[in-house]
């Protein structure tokens, strides 16, 4: 297993595919309950990627896929991701880079890129107006109560809120650890975003039926430049539409 230990000691996991290319790599970073591999190599993304010469990286969020899993909120918020995503970046010597995250991933890419000077050009996808409105993944439609009580719940029966009952059957569908789940849950990031200060090319996209992604012109017109797309799906389906990989390629090869 390929890991680094992060500065406040939770054991990262890391996947590359190397390539001869010109380009910087490209690294990804998926969304909520998901893992690089869920997000990014079942869909095809990473092939496409890479058989259009691109080295890539994936990796997966403390709480997620193989890395670390501690219970504690306090290590959890997509701003202490963005911090993985950073050491990462040094851990690899890389000094460029194209930085794609998808929801909770895209609030990650989001934040690093008004931290870290190395992103080159930017693509964040299943958000939407949630981010400029309520600094995050959008909880005012799951959230709070409802989905702690979905990750918590012992009996997947008593989860009755169909949103949320939907985010159950994924964390069972992947074997997540519900506690951790619940803990990032609990710490999610719920603070404004200076998006403003965003000035590398950057494409939004989202489903057009994403209920998480709403609105998405409202995020794409306060990111300075910033293209809209949209293909296709809700949350869970927008990834897999055949227009999505082409939408990334094309913009990351732009």
Request: aromatic share 4%; glycine share 12%.
């Amino acid at each position: 297993m390929t890991t680094f230990r992060s500065g406040d000691g939770v054991e990262i996991y890391y996947e590359r595919w190397e390539r001869e290319s010109a380009l910087p790599p490209v690294l990804l970073h998926h969304g909520f309950i998901a893992d690089g591999r869920t997000n990014w190599v079942l869909p095809g993304v990473v092939a496409a990627l890479t058989d259009a010469g691109r080295r890539v990286v994936t990796i997966d969020a403390r709480g997620h896929g193989r890395s670390g899993k501690p219970h504690d909120p306090a290590l959890y918020g997509e701003s202490r991701m963005a911090g993985d995503v950073i050491e990462l970046l040094d851990l690899l010597g890389i000094t460029k880079v194209d930085l794609v995250g998808y929801s909770m991933g895209a609030i990650v890419a989001l934040l690093t890129a008004t931290r870290d000077t190395r992103v080159r050009r930017l693509v964040v996808g299943g958000v939407g107006a949630g981010v400029v409105e309520v600094g995050g993944l959008d909880t005012r439609v799951i959230g709070g109560e409802p989905l702690l009580h979905a990750l918590r719940a012992e009996d997947p029966a008593t989860v009755t809120d169909p949103a949320a009952a939907g985010f159950r059957a994924f964390v069972e569908a992947v074997g997540g650890d519900r506690l951790a789940l619940a803990a990032q849950a609990t710490a999610v990031h719920a603070a404004p975003i200076p998006l403003d200060t965003i000035t590398v090319p950057t494409l939004v996209i989202a489903g057009d039926a994403d209920p998480l992604a709403t609105r998405p012109a409202v995020l794409a017109d306060a990111i300075p430049g910033a293209v809209l797309r949209t293909v296709p799906g809700d949350h869970m389906t927008a990834l897999r539409d055949p227009g999505f990989i082409p939408a990334l390629t094309g913009f990351l090869a732009g």
